[in-house]
């Protein structure tokens, strides 16, 4: 279908930028002199509204006959033939008007006198055939602009789903490559804990591969799976691990990607506590940031211990995801200051956009 005949609002713009056109045919018919204003109103009116909607015929021909595509010469030839046959029909259809108009006792002499309105009223029709092809050859390009913009983002978010999902397929192997050594290590040491860790792993795993399925969780149910992962590692490390929360509870409806805030969690455990003979507590902040939220994750560390192999795995990731979510609207920052180590988060208070 036409893309003005497709909605009402535009075919009603259309029509309205018809009037002055009808004015100017109006004028253009009584200027030889054979017509009164009035008589010229008269025919120019249904004239104009009937040759509106034959004007439309040009959207065809110009996509028949792109610009981008064809030859100069044979676009041209196509539309100099469109506009003559269309003059042709609009002065017929004018004379047959004339012919109706006469059999009005006003407008008796009309059918012999329009005759020398003939010759204006064909070049006009050419003219606003023409322009009409002119105004179709904006509009097609608009709507290929359009349909190249509306391409070009569905690419961006294909391919930002996909950057999601490989990394979420890349976090878990490694969350659980370092869950089972931890198991590993307690079969023999403390077989009632490893025992006690395994159902926990399995908890958290389920939790954890449900929320993976929703490409967004609200806040709340990320910490709580930070909270199960660290009561996994509690069994482990008891009492060298303790948690400190310090959550504002109006922010925990926030949007975020699912699992963003686990391999922060172990970091801190992996990296923080596990150096430490003495251990230490892992604090868990919520807090408004601007428009936005702010989640840090604290840790005590030895800083002269040297960085494991892998060490920067999980930061990487939750780095790459930040970005395929939100660009540059979320941040992500690391600080080390004395013995205590942060890993400080901040994402709009607005969902990520999704296709």
Not at 31 to 55: D, K, N
Not at 264 to 269: D, I, P, Q, R
Not at 328 to 354: D, H, M, N, T, Y
Request: proline share 6%; charged share 20%.
């Amino acid at each position: 279908m036409h893309p003005i005949l497709a909605r009402r609002e535009r075919l009603l713009a259309y029509l309205l930028a018809w009037v002055p056109l009808a004015a100017i045919q109006a004028y253009l018919l009584a200027l030889p002199g054979s017509l009164s204003i009035g008589e010229a109103a008269a025919l120019a009116a249904p004239l104009s509204l009937v040759y509106a909607f034959l004007c439309l015929s040009s959207f065809y021909a110009c996509r028949s006959a792109p610009l981008t595509r064809a030859r100069t010469g044979s676009v041209l030839g196509v539309h100099v033939v469109g506009a003559l046959i269309a003059a042709s029909l609009l002065t017929l259809a004018g004379s047959t008007l004339a012919s109706m108009l006469g059999t009005l006792p006003e407008f008796a002499t009309l059918p012999e006198r329009f005759g020398l309105a003939v010759p204006p009223l064909f070049v006009l029709g050419v003219l606003l055939y023409l322009l009409s092809v002119t105004f179709h050859y904006i509009l097609l390009s608009l709507e290929s602009s359009q349909a190249a913009e509306r391409r070009a983002m569905e690419a961006r978010v294909l391919a930002r789903e996909a950057e999601l999902e490989a990394l979420k397929a890349q976090l878990n192997p490694h969350f659980l490559f370092n869950a089972l050594n931890s198991v590993s290590a307690l079969t023999t040491t403390a077989p009632a804990r490893a025992r006690e860790m395994c159902i926990l792993l399995s908890d958290f795993l389920r939790r954890s591969l449900s929320s993976g399925e929703r490409s967004l969780i609200p806040l709340r149910e990320e910490l709580a799976l930070a909270q199960q992962f660290l009561a996994i590692e509690r069994v482990r490390y008891g009492r060298r691990l303790e948690v400190e929360e310090l959550v504002d509870e109006t922010l925990l409806a926030t949007a975020i990607p699912p699992l963003l805030l686990q391999p922060l969690v172990e970091n801190a455990v992996r990296h923080g506590i596990a150096t430490l003979i003495e251990g230490g507590t892992v604090t868990l902040r919520v807090e408004r940031a601007g428009d936005g939220v702010r989640v840090a994750i604290e840790n005590p560390y030895d800083p002269e211990t040297p960085a494991t192999p892998g060490s920067g795995l999980g930061l990487s990731i939750v780095r790459r995801r930040l970005a395929a979510a939100w660009g540059r609207a979320a941040e992500i920052e690391e600080r080390g200051e004395g013995k205590r180590f942060s890993v400080v988060l901040v994402v709009p208070g607005a969902p990520p956009e999704e296709g």
